[in-house]
């Protein structure tokens, strides 16, 4: 089904796992450690694909252009949704094409409910720069208990979606989260792991899977909220960009590194129970 076919039927969920790698995602699916990841995920697998950017401001701005991240493999990749622009290589006859600027403005504009929760310091709203992204949208929700130093931040979003989707707002959703849990700092998701400001230990490759692993105990309480409206739910889950611990000396994001370029991506539709 193309895309803007499913504008009448369904709600829409984007969920971005913020700085998730596809190498760690792989292999916690591959042993077994992510069920419920693998219950989701066509084929019970990740698909491999390059982010548009390499940390969290510039990726979102392009992926809510329509510029999600781009299949692994070589050729011209035809795009879900696309802002309009001249000379668009990749807006093939079965892409939704809009005249907005973002796929946000353009579902507003067709009637859809949006909401944003969101998660890393781009959407805390706390500056002018914090308040771009969130500001697409026609509600928007952050705060320190749904940001990256809170380890509960995943349930919290989670507990601010099913408060805010409680109502009996008739319109279809676009539903957007962006899950710090992956993101620095991560450590506290190691079992055993305690810290304080002055004694915090490093994150690392077995920190950013057991975020990962944290993050998929808690998407049977993400699918019921999202599921809780009459229509069923066309998601888009992947990551932004990866992240460095050490790999060829380099560490964190925002540089061209192949463990930051890679990014696990799905796309499903959640029904209704």
């Not at 000379?87 to 067709?110: K, Y």
């Not at 959703?173 to 810290?195: K, M």
């Not at 808690?218 to 460095?244: M, N």
Request: proline fraction near 9%.
């Amino acid at each position: 089904m193309r895309f803007a076919d499913l504008l009448a039927t369904h709600d829409l969920a984007f969920v971005v796992l913020d700085t998730l790698r596809y190498d760690v995602a792989a292999t916690e699916l591959a042993a077994g450690r992510t069920p419920n990841l693998a219950a989701l995920l066509p084929g019970g697998r990740w698909e491999r694909r390059h982010a548009p950017a390499s940390f969290t401001y510039p990726s979102h701005h392009a992926m809510f252009a329509g510029f999600l991240p781009t299949p692994a493999e070589p050729g011209r990749h035809p795009r879900l949704f696309a802002a309009d622009f001249p000379g668009a290589a990749t807006a093939g006859e079965d892409t939704w094409v809009f005249p907005e600027a973002t796929v946000v403005e353009a579902l507003a504009a067709r009637g859809h409910r949006t909401l944003c929760v969101g998660g890393v310091g781009f959407f805390n709203k706390q500056t002018a720069l914090g308040r771009v992204l969130p500001g697409l949208f026609e509600e928007s929700h952050w705060a320190p208990e749904t940001g990256v130093t809170d380890p509960d931040a995943f349930a919290n979003q989670i507990a601010v979606l099913a408060e805010r989707l409680a109502g009996d707002d008739p319109r279809p959703r676009f539903v957007f989260v962006d899950v710090p849990t992956l993101h620095q700092p991560n450590h506290f998701h190691l079992d055993g792991v305690a810290s304080t400001p002055e004694t915090r230990p490093p994150d690392t490759l077995a920190s950013h899977a057991a975020a990962l692993r944290h993050v998929d105990a808690h998407l049977p309480a993400l699918v019921d909220v999202l599921t809780s409206g009459p229509r069923p739910v066309f998601t888009i889950l992947c990551s932004d960009h990866g992240t460095a611990y050490g790999d060829d000396g380099h560490s964190g994001h925002r540089l061209g590194h192949e463990v930051v370029w890679t990014v696990p991506y799905a796309q499903f539709t959640l029904e209704k129970p």
